[in-house]
């Protein structure tokens, strides 16, 4: 044994690594294993599936309003790396 495992316990994370996406935990909780509690509880595991889902949907949208202008600058500036080399694509096709 190399003592990787034991120094990964002690490493000081980032807070980046800290972060899980809801979509990303609950498909962990979500996972099929054998003798699931949540699995087999029918109607209750529906409700949870659409509780889950309504939370997620929220925090998404959420996260598309609160971050609109960065989302739009993002947008056109894909839109100008579109458009630019056609511009310059006509400018070296002319005569002079």
């Not at 949870?48 to 500036?77: A, C, F, I, W």
């Amino acid at each position: 044994m190399d003592g990787t495992a034991v120094w990964g316990m002690w490493k000081k994370q980032t807070p980046e690594e800290h972060e899980l996406s809801n979509c990303n935990f609950y498909a962990y909780r979500l996972a099929v294993r054998r003798d699931s509690l949540l699995h087999a509880s029918g109607k209750l595991f529906q409700q949870t599936l659409l509780m889950l889902y309504v939370k997620t949907e929220g925090s998404r949208l959420n996260y598309l309003r609160q971050n609109q202008k960065d989302l739009r600058v993002e947008l056109y500036q894909g839109f100008l790396m579109l458009y630019k080399p056609r511009q310059e694509c006509k400018e070296e096709g002319r005569k002079n």
